[in-house]
């Protein structure tokens, strides 16, 4: 499969694309709204960014108990339920008089909900294009979250400072059904990519297999800590400016996007995997110059840099990808997943901490001198990984 002109012939691909712009979408909207609701009510970076980050933060019990699920459900009933479900958690929090306690309730279970949803639904990419096609697939929908949480957050910002975070939160539960409709009438009937019935222990004994291979294992930590230490910086926005986090959150998708056409769609084969510990560095240096709180023309450049880096990611999961086996790709992705969104939530927590202590401007800096170091570490693992003699 060579060219995005390929991929929306494949039969199923462009019904699945749509369903998935909507959802991106109705997230950005919700997460923005529910962070301005929040920040509102308690003036508290913390809660703010827990708010928005926290359904991640279970995303590791997912991945423990729940992630089997990922390859013996049918797809298409299983992300239909899904966008339904979030449909309903979504307007549930819209409710007037909602308490704190029932908010992170319900954020939580929706972070359960996504620690399978993402296997479901790469699982089924993978599926629909075959290997070959994985990679310049996953980079459109990267390109295509990209815009869409652009406009999310430009058409969540609008309807915030306009309107109300409530009625936004109502419109984000709109597109979630949209979503479900689209799913349920544009996808075929398939069955399970395994058989059995989904358990904590299937969950468990896949879970170690996938780890028990060192070279698996890198690539889950690439992909799970720099980007994840570096989202805490983007979960600050409301805090670090108000009045501007709609613009920092589409200054950053801009960015995502960017990166992703240069992955994906630019670069040779034979030069991808060696840009990806570059671009991670990316991701994390344009912001260790926030502890001096630059301007906000400043600050949304830096943004848009930096966000470039998470291209990295494409790299990461091509081969992950080629190192696992057919039967459990829904599996590892939906590990890679579930490991990514709970690394986030851990950071978002931690950079909301800081912020509380310090200032918003002070913990992006720390949060992304973090990734520098990790990815530093990682660099020089693979690096000695490559120097150890072979032994006869």
């Not at 109300?164 to 949209?178: C, D, H, I, Q």
């Not at 990295?312 to 999961?317: D, G, I, R, Y």
């Amino acid at each position: 499969m060579r060219s995005y002109r390929d991929l929306f012939r494949t039969p199923e691909f462009s019904p699945f694309f749509l369903a998935a712009s909507a959802q991106t979408v109705a997230q950005t909207m919700g997460g923005l709204a529910l962070g301005t609701l929040v920040y509102r009510a308690t003036e508290s970076p913390l809660l703010s960014a827990v708010s928005m980050f926290g359904s991640s933060l279970v995303q590791v019990l997912g991945a423990a108990l729940l992630l089997s699920a990922a390859d013996r459900l049918p797809p298409r009933a299983a992300l239909t339920a899904m966008s339904l479900l979030f449909a309903a958690a979504t307007a549930a929090l819209a409710l007037p008089g909602l308490s704190l306690w029932a908010l992170f309730a319900i954020v939580l279970a929706q972070g359960l909900v996504k620690s399978v949803g993402g296997g479901v639904s790469w699982g089924l990419l993978n599926e629909i294009l075959s290997k070959d096609g994985y990679l310049l697939g996953r980079s459109v929908f990267n390109m295509m979250s990209g815009l869409m949480q652009i406009t999310g957050y430009a058409t969540g910002g609008a309807l915030v400072a306009l309107l109300s975070p409530r009625l936004s939160l109502l419109a984000s539960a709109a597109l979630y059904v949209m979503a479900a409709v689209v799913l349920r009438l544009g996808l075929t009937r398939r069955p399970p990519r395994t058989t059995g019935r989904p358990s904590a222990t299937a969950t468990w004994r896949a879970n170690a297999l996938l780890w028990s291979s060192p070279p698996r294992r890198q690539v889950y930590l690439a992909l799970w800590i720099p980007n994840g230490l570096v989202v805490g910086c983007e979960s600050l926005y409301v805090s670090y400016a108000p009045d501007a986090a709609g613009t920092l959150f589409a200054c950053a998708a801009l960015g995502m996007t960017a990166g992703d056409v240069l992955v994906g769609r630019l670069l040779p084969a034979r030069l991808r995997p060696r840009l990806g510990f570059p671009l991670l560095l990316l991701l994390a240096v344009p912001y260790v110059p926030f502890l001096l709180h630059p301007a906000l023309p400043l600050a949304a450049a830096a943004v848009t840099l930096a966000s470039v880096g998470f291209g990295a990611s494409l790299v990461q999961q091509e081969r992950l990808v080629a190192l696992t086996p057919d039967e459990l790709t829904g599996h590892a992705l939906g590990l890679h997943s579930a490991g990514m969104l709970t690394m986030q939530g851990v950071a978002a927590a931690l950079a909301g901490s800081m912020a509380q202590l310090a200032s918003p401007s002070g913990a992006m800096t720390a949060m992304a001198v973090g990734s520098v170091g990790v990815t530093l570490w990682l660099m020089g693992a693979e690096q000695r990984k490559e120097l150890r003699p072979v032994s006869c």
